[in-house]
């Protein structure tokens, strides 16, 4: 089927082209540049459509390498055969070019103008100076450019503008309009990376994947966007697209052929070590034709400049020599001396490729550094190949590591059994119980079973150091059953043991991080946290775990307030993740979506948590329940109440029993749900249970966070638990929560909008907007309309800024009404085609009472209906 290919992100180039064509900016016309297949005809051509149809007569010539060779080649149809001498012949073509019919102007379109002859560059030259013709032109940047022809926009007399390739958003918007449906995230992302955002590429490799369906429709999974579409496999260069690079390289010497070969294999290389694997010679031709870059950094690293180069060049070269040039650049590699973690990747995965003869410890070596690397699958890849080389017990316990990274909980059991069945040390024992008891909790969700792992390996060692360690563990799952206190206890009897070893620290550490930020003692956690992420980053075995203890670490700062603060340690943790597929991607997803819901940012949210994280295996463990709950409370506050309901039932079906610690979290999140659907009596008593549930567990910033949600919610009864609290925690949130609190029992507006300041200014848009329109709903039920058309205005502006966010206080604030609250609350019950009894049960209130609430409101409204008066809250 024939896709329509739209004109994306190309708005101000348009605007910029009609203002020269039409002279607006004193222009005679505009010079459009770029790369090949940037876009630059297709942009000319819907410039000149574009303009006053009708009454501009449109002339286009495409010049061309044959052409060139001609007088007046490009304009070749204008040509009076029968002319005497070159200079009717000039004056014959601009006459032809400048006339148009009655009421029309000319207007003339040049392709590839920098392949024109020097008579026609004149011509050009002419129809502009002369002022007959507006021109559009469009040259390829680097190429030479007839000195008539430059002259123009030098002078001033054509507007040059350098087309750019798209970026990521505008590449992934494109891909959308085309196949009908939004994009998965790192598919939007992997496809800009190798295209660059060059159009004509984009077209051809999405056109080429549709074929072999590796780009299509994921199936439909619960709770998140029917319809979007996911790229597996390796790209695959189609005819028509190497075609058009073979263009570019097919004529190249031989020597600069081999360059972009090997680079084709492993790229970036030092320059040095890709001139002794070439030619230096060579190496300064691909530089100077622009087929490489240079980064001038300390290694001089060479890169071609372009993806799509390596994946032609490999799809055209024999098995045989792609070997042999992975295994010269692997012995090359081996010879560096102090090479980083990438290298020694990098040489592992040639030496294996290449089929070469592979030392197992080589190969575990390697597995650890990917691991810092965040590439999970290469580890599992490289143990693999170690294991059948001989590797014995530090390679299956990398594995086992990687494997649980992956959420593969049942394989990296099965790897962790056989280890613990072997004759060990205590101090392995130890290390081997340490990574099953984590598989165990976090993605196998078994709590109790990681518990006893643990208490059986004591009893089994002697050494005060194994049960030092011990206590790491034990904390670690205190902290993920809700039992702050003993967690921190238990961190801290463990950092107290001298040489505790890597995974052991790691825990104590994770512990506290949970603890710390649940008990409300946020200004604790950096230390602890600064401590962690250097920790790890020196410890290959765990680095990995920055991902899920940068998501312990900024929950804790939001509990607290520290927004800002949230967002600088996601968006490190991001940022060195951001070149690694597969899960880093995944848990990155995660870390902005929770980031960007914090920050109000809705419809960024929903792009981040709106993806298949199961495709990277993440099934079981906490990271599901983590993800639905952001996901659903993002749906909720957009007012997506059917979108919302359908992620909690997906939330409810992954996780049947809440992860303990998150509980309250998932609390809140039925209670937004329920407020999404109109049941605010329902959601103000479930972010009451959360609240209950944290305060018996000593959560104290998480029962902040519920006590503050129900106040958002039009709950006046938190306040004086409030005031308390926030004498009790670290951060922000508690005095402004309390604050809104007090605030909004005694009806006092002022104190409202206080908050809502205090809420922005800590960087929570989305309370902020709630505490301003109750201040709105305030004033007005004291007939104070000015000030509450001021207070409904700042939380227009917020909600604005929140991507249209629609909570039930923003609804009551922006469309005033003669209802109460309670009657909202019932007709739009009523409204989703509850019966009075059902709508009784949620709001516990008695039949006869509902009866009358809608008896009541239909008096006030003048209608009867159940849908009529759903309108009257919906707007529907």
Not at 702 to 720: I, K, P, Q, S
Request: charged share 20%; proline share 5%.
């Amino acid at each position: 089927m024939a896709r329509v290919w739209p004109l994306v992100g190309r708005a101000e180039e348009l605007r910029l082209a009609n203002a020269a064509v039409t002279g607006a900016d004193g222009y005679r016309g505009i010079v459009i540049a770029g790369a090949a297949g940037v876009g630059k005809s297709r942009l000319a051509r819907k410039a000149i459509a574009q303009i006053h149809p009708g009454r501009w007569e449109s002339r286009w010539a495409r010049a061309t390498a044959s052409s060139r060779a001609l007088p007046f080649g490009a304009f070749a149809e204008w040509t009076d055969i029968g002319a005497a001498d070159t200079l009717s012949t000039v004056h014959g073509v601009i006459d032809h070019l400048s006339s148009s019919p009655a009421g029309a102007k000319p207007v003339i379109g040049v392709d590839d103008a920098h392949l024109l002859d020097d008579l026609s560059a004149f011509v050009v030259l002419q129809l502009v100076q002369r002022r007959l013709a507006p021109v559009v032109v469009t040259v390829r940047t680097g190429e030479p450019v007839p000195d008539a022809l430059s002259s123009l926009w030098k002078d001033g007399h054509l507007q040059r503008i350098e087309l750019q390739p798209l970026s990521e958003e505008e590449t992934r918007d494109l891909v959308t309009a085309v196949v009908g449906g939004p994009l998965d995230g790192v598919a939007a992302r992997r496809l800009w990376t190798i295209t660059r955002g060059n159009p004509l590429y984009v077209r051809h490799l999405v056109e080429q994947e549709l074929i072999t369906g590796r780009l299509a429709p994921r199936a439909q999974e619960p709770g998140l966007n029917a319809g979007v579409w996911g790229w597996d496999g390796p790209p695959t260069v189609s005819p028509g697209l190497a075609d058009l690079i073979g263009t570019q390289l097919d004529a190249l010497p031989p020597a600069v052929s081999t360059v972009l070969d090997v680079l084709a294999v492993s790229e970036p290389l030092p320059e040095q070590m890709l001139a002794d694997l070439t030619n230096p010679d060579a190496v300064e031709d691909a530089h100077a034709v622009g087929l490489i870059t240079v980064d001038r950094g300390d290694r001089h690293l060479v890169r071609l400049s372009h993806p799509l180069y390596g994946e032609a060049r490999r799809a055209r070269a024999t098995p045989l020599r792609v070997q042999r040039l992975q295994a010269d650049v692997a012995e090359a590699l081996g010879a560096i001396q102090d090479s980083d973690a990438r290298a020694l990747v990098r040489r592992a995965v040639l030496t294996l490729d290449a089929a070469l003869a592979t030392d197992p410890d080589f190969l575990t070596d390697a597995a650890l550094a990917s691991l810092s690397l965040f590439d999970a699958d290469l580890a599992v890849r490289l143990c693999k190949a170690a294991i059948e080389n001989g590797a014995g017990y530090d390679t299956h316990l990398t594995l086992s590591v990687a494997l649980t990274i992956l959420s593969r909980g049942e394989e990296s059991e099965q790897v962790l059994t056989k280890i613990l069945a072997w004759p060990l040390p205590d101090e392995d024992r130890v290390e081997a119980a340490f990574l099953r008891s984590s598989n165990l909790l976090w993605i196998l969700g078994r709590p109790e079973q990681a518990e006893s792992v643990l208490l059986e390996t004591r009893e089994t060692t002697t050494t005060p150091l194994a049960h030092g360690e011990l206590f790491a563990g034990l904390a670690i799952v205190h902290a993920y059953n809700a039992r702050p206190l003993d967690a921190v206890e238990s961190a801290e009897c463990a950092l107290r043991t001298p040489d505790l070893p890597a995974l052991a620290r790691m825990w104590a550490l994770g512990a506290l991080l949970i603890a710390l930020g649940d008990m409300g003692r946020a200004s604790e956690l950096a230390p602890d946290a600064d401590r962690n992420y250097n920790f790890m980053t020196g410890s290959p075995l765990v680095s990995p775990v920055r991902l899920p203890y940068s998501e312990f670490h900024t929950r804790g700062l939001r509990l607290a307030g520290y927004f800002h603060e949230a967002t600088a340690v996601t968006t490190r943790i991001c940022d060195e993740c951001a070149d690694i597929p597969g899960v880093a991607q995944r848990f990155s997803a995660l870390l902005m979506g929770q980031d960007e819901l914090a920050s109000g940012h809705l419809g960024a949210a929903r792009r981040q948590l709106e993806q298949r994280f199961t495709s990277a295996g993440i099934v079981h463990g906490y990271i599901p329940t983590a993800w639905y709950c952001a996901l659903a409370q993002t749906q909720a506050m957009c007012g997506d109440a059917a979108s919302a309901t359908e992620t909690l039932r997906a939330l409810d079906a992954w996780c049947p029993t809440p992860v303990p610690y998150l509980k309250p979290d998932y609390l809140l999140t039925r209670a937004w749900v329920s407020a999404a659907t109109g049941a605010v009596t329902d959601a103000i008593e479930l972010a009451h249970r959360g609240a209950h549930y944290a305060a018996e567990h000593h959560q104290y910033a998480h029962e902040v966070m519920c006590l503050h949600t129900a106040t958002r919610l039009g709950d006046t009864t938190a306040a004086n638990r409030l005031q308390q609290l926030a004498e009790q925690v670290d951060g922000p949130r508690a005095p402004a929560a309390a604050q809104y609190a007090t605030a909004l029992g005694s009806g006092d507006a002022d104190g409202l909008l206080d908050a809502s300041r205090q809420f922005e200014d800590m960087g929570d848009p989305l309370s902020a907007m709630d505490a301003a329109a109750h201040a709105a709903t305030t004033h007005r039920r004291h007939g104070r309309n000015g000030s509450a058309l001021t207070a409904a205005a700042r939380a227009q502006r917020l909600a604005d800024a929140c991507d249209g966010a629609r909570t039930p206080a923003l609804t009551d604030a922006l469309q005033p009404s003669p209802l109460t609250a309670r009657q909202r609350e019932i007709i739009t019950l009523a409204a989703q085609g509850l019966t009075n009894n059902q709508i009784a049960d949620r709001v516990n209130l008695s039949v006869r009472t509902v009866e009358g609430h809608l008896y009541r409101a239909s008096l006030k409204t003048g209608l009867t209906g159940r849908d009529d008066l759903g309108g009257t809250v919906t707007g529907d």
